[in-house]
């Protein structure tokens, strides 16, 4: 007989029904099963409990996943990602807490189901931070009961969910937003001759290409000063201000360049002192 491990195993990913049935399939541990069984996980690190574990539970993936329907994201992914979370509880749960594994692993698969729906539902993201995450996804749900809020509405929203009457607003506009493609847009989409296509229009106030190439000038002309500035200088002095100031590495101490000329390092110093002078006298000129 064909162990259900196996069964599942073999499953196609893309027969999602066949999938839920045999999930289905798999009895629900009892309270001293599921003991026993975290116990050799956490204990014994034994895979096989680990595995028995996540088979029994999977049919609580596919039911907190098809809560999730409503964003247009196929359901074969979020039970997926749902069974990520799983995983992950598994794999973290004490058998010594006194809950059932079901009741821990929750919070972990809905997690990942929320990350993934975040992800992907839009291109731009609708949610960065945590309280615009949890505003995302209870604000949803109001609004399938309620439609577009009015003021009354949306200050009881943003005071059972602890944040702003703003935060609420501009929650409930990024999620009527939609996204709109840069890409051309076919001749048959043409509107009076017109290309009705966003790149064009789109404008970045931030940018200055006239600040741009104004540094670029800039830098061009201050490193031709400094390299008429340096042929001034004696070939020591030159040396010394190459070693100390424009060598890649930079290492070279004065101790160093003393050595390789015989001098002390405060003459070092000194002559180095003296160039500076008469490089920024020269590139002021």
């Known amino acids: 007989m064909i162990n259900k491990v196996q069964i599942l195993s073999v499953t196609p990913i893309g027969n999602l029904d066949a999938y839920i049935r045999l999930a289905n399939l798999w009895p629900m541990l009892s309270l001293e099963e599921e003991k026993a069984l975290t116990k050799r996980l956490r204990y014994d690190t034994d895979l096989d409990a680990a595995k028995i574990l996540i088979l029994s539970h999977l049919r609580f993936v596919i039911h907190i996943a098809r809560h999730y329907s409503g964003y247009g994201l196929l359901q074969a992914d979020l039970i997926q990602e749902g069974n ?46 945590k309280s615009q995450r949890k505003l995302f996804f209870n604000l949803r ?65 931030t940018s200055n290409f006239s600040y741009g190439i104004e540094q670029d000038n800039w830098e061009q002309y201050a490193t031709s000063k400094l390299s008429h500035a340096l042929l001034r200088l004696d070939e020591r002095s030159r040396n010394i201000i190459h070693a100390r100031w424009l060598d890649e590495n930079k290492k070279n101490t004065l101790q160093n360049i003393a050595k390789d000329y015989g001098i002390s390092a405060e003459r070092v110093r000194q002559l180095e002192k003296n160039a500076m002078k008469k490089l920024k006298i020269a590139i002021e000129n």
Not at 106 to 112: D, F, G, Q, R
Not at 180 to 204: A, C, F, M, S, W
Request: aromatic share 8%; glycine share 4%; with cysteine.
């Open 141 to 205: 749900k109001t609004k399938k009961r309620l439609g577009w809020f009015n003021q009354e509405e949306i200050d009881i929203v943003a005071r059972e969910l602890g944040v702003s009457s703003e935060d609420v607003k501009e929650m409930e506009c990024r999620m009527s937003a939609q996204d709109v493609t840069l890409n051309p847009v076919p001749e048959e989409d043409i509107i009076d001759g017109k290309n009705h296509r966003i790149v064009p229009y789109l404008q970045d106030k």
């Open 84 to 129: 990520i979370g799983l995983m992950k509880a598994v794999r973290r749960f004490n058998p010594e807490i006194g809950v059932r594994l079901v009741s821990f692993a929750v919070h972990w698969i809905k997690a990942e189901i929320h990350e993934y729906v975040l992800r992907n539902w839009r291109i731009v993201k609708v949610a960065t931070t």
